[in-house]
């Protein structure tokens, strides 16, 4: 089984500055994917990044990027930069690599401050 | 540029009655799923499809079912819905090739039971 933990229900970021979103996640599989989505207040879910776990590189999307740690089994988001429009909830997800069926954590809410 | 399309955004139910949530995607992909979302939570996967005229169940499946007659409709039924079904529901989209592919995602559907 799969277990995905954000250990941060919320928090403000100041606009411009950066922001990291944990991200720890737990399994058995040998290869896997981790994701972020974001969802804003309107409710939408919005693919953010992906990185996969054989991946060498930290993946960047923009100003997003992961900080994957496969040792500790974290995938942290950082957002560079940060904008109003960041304000929302933020969602780490993993899949196995047999099928695509994603296990969610619980989300951190984020609220980028003028 | 419709994507993953879910209808009806919103319904509200009284305990007992049934009612289909239909999701339709243009993208040609494989794999359908249908989450909820429950406040303050994550989503949890319900049932997912890997292809036309399959389905299978997730975390979360007891009193739903689905059917997946065409690759770009999968169908969510409640036969007779309940109030622990009040959830935001979301269905999803993606290749499914084996590679790490992003889930897309409709806008949801928001359902009361009373």
């Known amino acids: 089984a799969q277990k995905i933990t954000q250990t941060q229900p919320g928090m403000f970021v100041q606009e411009k500055e950066a922001v990291t979103l944990d991200c720890t996640y737990d399994?058995?599989?040998?290869?896997?994917?981790l994701f972020w989505y974001k969802q804003p207040s309107s409710g939408e879910m919005i693919f953010l990044i992906y990185?996969?776990?054989?991946?060498?590189q930290n993946a960047t999307e923009g100003r997003y990027s992961l900080n994957f740690q496969k040792a500790r089994k974290s995938a942290n988001l950082v957002i560079s930069a940060s904008q109003l429009g960041d304000s929302a909830m933020y969602f780490c997800?993993?899949?196995?690599?047999?099928?695509?069926?994603?296990?969610f954590g619980g989300g951190t809410r984020v609220l980028v401050k003028p | 540029n419709a994507g993953v399309t879910q209808t009806p955004k919103f319904r509200v139910l009284k305990t007992g009655q049934s009612m289909t949530l239909l999701c339709a995607q243009d993208?040609?992909?494989?794999?359908m799923y249908w989450y909820r979302q429950d406040p303050g939570m994550g989503l949890r996967l319900i049932h997912y499809?890997?292809?036309?005229?399959?389905?299978a169940k997730g975390e979360v499946p007891d009193g739903y079912n689905v059917s997946r007659l065409k690759k770009q409709n999968f169908l969510l039924g409640l036969e007779s819905a309940a109030p622990s079904q009040t959830s935001v529901y979301f269905c999803?989209?993606?290749?499914?090739?084996?590679?790490?592919?992003?889930?897309?995602f409709g806008d949801g559907t928001r359902l009361s039971i009373l």
């Open positions: 999803a989209s993606s290749r499914g090739t084996g590679e790490y592919q992003p889930q897309h």
């Open positions: 399994t058995s599989d040998p290869s896997y994917g």
């Open positions: 990185q996969g776990s054989y991946d060498q």
């Open positions: 997800a993993m899949s196995p690599a047999a099928g695509n069926k994603l296990t």
């Open positions: 993208m040609n992909h494989e794999y």
């Open positions: 499809s890997v292809g036309e005229g399959t389905t």
